[in-house]
């Protein structure tokens, strides 16, 4: 199972990913019933969640909604830490993830609305490096595992500032590793060589612990909020958390 799921998730294209995962995940979701873990996002429980990543990660995939780790994590910020559920939000959401968007389209109090370059999930096109929404028009916005593709980072992120209302905030995750700066090479266009240097065949950096503090650069204010390592033990051993994941919250800047 570990070798299919890498082989697939390294070369089968991310769209039709979207399309097919949702289908294959229902056979596989009956198979693994049970209760020994939970998914905070759709309540299902299995015996254990699927493993999934190029070097798959066991106890990973929830095969009812697809939500992985930083999914369910996510979730339960927005649930504990955030008005998210309950105030009058309008909402931009880049590449939105399978796990939430009937979840959230279904939320009275937002004005929900996806955008992406090419996810079929998306109902709006759009490139990050140009948001096409004037400035100060969003309560929220989430952009996840996204800033490692795109050409410059830091525009797109100076666009999430532009496009902010001032109360504004979002959540901007991406894979970050254990190295001192981020690596960047705009030069490398090869797919084989990008993911030698950079972890993956469509990624054009690769983040480190400055992850943050570049993000800054682009006006947007940015925390590095340990939520994870509050939550109760049972409670991230229960929903297969990652325990040293970092949620990067944004806020509107100068």
């Known amino acids: 199972m570990k070798s299919i799921i890498s082989f697939v998730i390294r070369y089968i294209p991310r769209p039709i ?25 759709c309540r299902s429980q299995y015996k254990k969640f699927l493993p999934y990543g190029r070097i798959a990660r066991e106890n990973a995939l929830c095969p009812n909604c697809l939500a992985l780790e930083r999914h369910r994590l996510m979730w339960l910020f927005l649930k504990e830490k955030t008005n998210f559920f309950s105030a009058n939000l309008k ?7 399978h796990c939430f968007i009937e979840r959230f389209e279904a939320l009275p109090n937002l004005e929900y609305i996806t955008a992406d370059i090419e996810s079929p999930l998306a109902k709006v096109k759009m490139d990050v490096h140009s948001i096409p929404f004037p400035d100060n028009t969003f309560d929220v916005v989430f952009c996840n595992h996204v800033l490692e593709h795109v050409d410059d980072d830091l525009l797109a992120c100076s666009e999430f500032n532009r496009v902010l209302k001032p109360t504004g905030w979002g959540i901007l995750q991406s894979p970050v590793y254990n190295l001192e700066k981020t690596i960047e090479d705009k030069t490398i266009t090869e797919p084989a060589e990008r993911e030698k240097l950079f972890g993956q065949r469509d990624h ?16 947007l204010q940015i925390e590095e909020n340990q939520f994870v390592k509050h939550l109760d033990s049972e409670k991230v051993k229960r929903y297969a958390l990652a325990s040293d994941e970092v949620i990067f919250v944004c806020r509107k800047g100068n």
Do not use: T, W
Request: some cysteine; glycine content about 6%.
């Open 91 to 97: 909402v931009l959401h880049v590449a939105p993830e």
């Open 204 to 219: 054009v950096r690769k983040f480190g612990k400055d992850y943050a503090q570049r993000l800054r650069k682009s006006g």
């Open 17 to 41: 990913l979207q399309k097919i995962s949702p289908l294959v995940m229902k056979v596989l979701s009956q198979l693994n019933k049970g209760n020994e873990v939970e998914c905070p996002v």
